[in-house]
């Protein structure tokens, strides 16, 4: 007892075309070429998120605050 051979896998093949198709087929290809490309790419995106986030340089005059003194107006 031991694995198929070519024959078999080609037998194996045949039938499964003449139950669903070249077309099926050629569209269940493309498919699962589309999800693996799709994950791939995910998979960088995701990888690109968990780098070190970049400092960013602020402005110094952006950041500085002026004091205002209020003055009351004397009436009546």
């Known amino acids: 007892m031991g694995g198929l ?3 078999h896998w080609l037998i194996v093949l045949l039938v ?3 139950i669903f198709g070249t077309g099926k087929l ?5 498919d699962l ?4 490309k799709g994950f791939k ?4 995106e995701g990888g690109a998120e968990e780098s070190p986030p970049q ?3 602020s ?5 500085s605050t002026i004091d205002v003194q209020a003055k009351e107006k004397g009436g009546s």
């Open 41 to 44: 790419e995910g998979m960088r």
């Open 26 to 30: 050629r569209h269940l290809g493309k």
């Open 5 to 7: 051979s070519l024959g």
């Open 33 to 36: 070429g589309g999800a693996i």
């Open 59 to 63: 402005d110094a005059r952006a950041s």
């Open 16 to 18: 499964v075309v003449l």
């Open 55 to 57: 400092q960013q340089v």
